[in-house]
């Protein structure tokens, strides 16, 4: 059965300072999904990681998959306050078009 | 912009009466993901249809959920009886099911069962 981690589970930051979250899963994929979930709303799409080594950036968020070592980074650059959020990842299962999502990553960033 | 659209936002009900649900997905989108995640956790998936047919629904608690999409387009979920823990946000997402198989959720449903 696919089981997908992310760490750290809770992460409290100071405006302008950089931090990663991992996602680590458990069996073979190459396609991994990060979404951005604000309290009480639906799921926002952020990145759509489909090969390994594939990098994509938006702004202060850089998401980066490493399909051998089956982890994915979230890296977050000079954070600011707007980026308090939980994130997720989610891992396809491959052939079933099925999502597995991680337990995600409450992000507080504070002023 | 196209998007996935629920009703109702906001349910509250009273344990053992019957609730429904419902989604549109974005349009040629033949994939429908019914999904329920509980608060502090990440989604679950409940049920995936592809057109009309249902593909997965190994987590749908079958005595007392169901799950529709008649003409493959709309979809509703129905809880009957609706028990205490029950109370989630009900998702609803759709896909192309093409190589990326980016999936578009939609606002949810927040369901309170008293």
């Known amino acids: 059965e696919l089981k997908v981690e992310q760490n750290p589970l809770f992460l409290s930051m100071q405006e302008g300072k950089n931090y990663t979250i991992y996602c680590n899963y458990s069996?073979?994929?190459?396609?991994l999904y990060w979404y951005r979930q604000d309290p009480g709303k639906s799921l926002e799409s952020l990145f759509v990681?489909?090969?390994?080594?594939a990098v994509k950036q938006e702004g202060r968020l850089m998401a980066s998959l490493d399909t051998k070592a089956r982890l994915s980074t979230l890296h977050i650059t000079a954070a600011v306050h707007d980026l308090s959020a939980t994130y997720f990842c989610?891992?396809?299962?491959?052939?079933?078009?099925?999502?597995?999502f991680g337990t995600g990553t409450r992000l507080k960033v504070l002023a | 912009e196209a998007e996935v659209a629920q009703s109702p936002r906001y349910k509250i009900t009273e344990k053992s009466q019957a609730v429904a649900f419902w989604c549109d997905p974005i349009?040629?989108?033949?994939?429908l993901y019914w999904y329920r995640q509980i608060l502090g956790q990440g989604p679950e998936l409940l049920v995936q249809?592809?057109?009309?047919?249902?593909?997965?629904d190994s987590q749908l608690p079958k005595d007392r959920f169901s799950a529709e999409r008649l003409k493959g387009v709309d979809s509703t979920l129905k809880i009957q009886p609706a028990e205490l823990g029950d109370s989630a946000m009900y998702l609803c997402?759709?896909?192309?099911?093409?190589?990326?198989?980016?999936?578009?959720f939609g606002p949810g449903t927040r369901l309170t069962v008293l």
């Open positions: 069996t073979t994929s190459d396609r």
């Open positions: 990681l489909l090969s390994n080594g």
């Open positions: 989610a891992v396809d299962t491959s052939g079933t078009y099925k999502y597995i």
């Open positions: 997402a759709s896909s192309l099911r093409d190589f990326d198989n980016e999936q578009f």
């Open positions: 349009s040629g989108h033949a994939t």
């Open positions: 249809f592809q057109d009309e047919s249902v593909v997965d």
